[in-house]
């Protein structure tokens, strides 16, 4: 039985006080509520270690939003998977749309961080996803097993345990506009089998996938009632306690 893993990516929001602040709400609107599901919180990189502190002991998980290809070197304005393990932080997110969007991140590159990251002994959510265009020039199967096969070349079987898929039709994001459940739940079908084919139906089976794009109070019921949807990375409503928690407790 796939466990629900709901996780909000802060994006660049949230100063380290704000975000402490913010933390410690949700933690505690969260246990009020009964909320029983796999969770985890994405801060920008200066508000890590306030987070960390704030959510301590509350079985929140505390992920990175990106990280380098190398463990230190000369790569200015870069952070480290060594860095982040140094402050607490075991789950990092990689590909995600707007990574490979606005600083043209190749499936290559990312290929890199995965296997970096699972060499550190840290637990990856990858995104995949297609665009607008793609998707209405019939692509979808097509660019989900380029980002597939490219992003978890070299990975492991014993390795994929560590790594969650995140479909993201970038279309979605933000936009307000979301796939139907029956779109999104298609999709993350046919990653399960692309999975399934790569590795074993077993992987696959286990595998956790989750859908992101504009997901919210109203449509996170019927998106988490689909069968191969395990959960939500949560943009926008991940930034408030009031938005987020009808997501969290969606089965409530």
């Given at each position: ?163 969650t898929i995140a ?6 994001i933000g936009t ?77």
């Amino acid at each position: 039985m796939r466990k629900a893993y709901i996780a909000g990516n802060w994006k660049m929001n949230m100063t380290p006080s704000k975000g402490a602040r913010f933390a410690s709400e949700l933690a505690k609107a969260a246990k009020e509520a009964g909320a029983d599901v796999k969770m985890m919180v994405a801060p920008p990189f200066v508000t890590i270690p306030a987070v960390l502190e704030a959510l301590k002991g509350t079985g929140i998980i505390v992920a990175a939003q990106n990280m380098n290809d190398h463990v230190s070197g000369a790569y200015t304005g870069e952070v480290s998977p060594e860095m982040l393990k140094d402050l607490g932080v075991e789950t990092v997110i990689l590909g995600h749309s707007e990574r490979r969007s606005y600083y043209k991140e190749s499936d290559e590159f990312i290929n890199r961080k995965v296997l970096l990251a699972i060499e550190q002994g840290m637990d990856v959510v990858l995104c995949v996803g297609e665009t607008l265009e793609e998707r209405e020039g019939g692509k979808l199967e097509e660019v989900l097993t380029t980002q597939l096969t490219g992003d978890l070349k070299d990975v492991k079987p014993e390795d994929m345990k560590h790594i969650t898929i995140a479909y993201e039709p970038v279309w979605a994001i933000g936009t307000g506009k979301t796939a139907t459940p029956e779109d999104a739940d298609s999709a993350h079908a046919f990653i399960r089998a692309k999975v399934a084919e790569m590795y074993s139906s077993d992987i696959a089976e286990n595998l956790i996938i989750q859908y992101g794009g504009s997901v919210n109070a109203s449509n996170v019921k019927a998106l988490m009632a689909k069968e191969n949807i395990d959960g939500a990375l949560v943009g926008g409503a991940s930034l408030s306690v009031e938005k987020f928690l009808p997501i969290i407790t969606y089965d409530k």
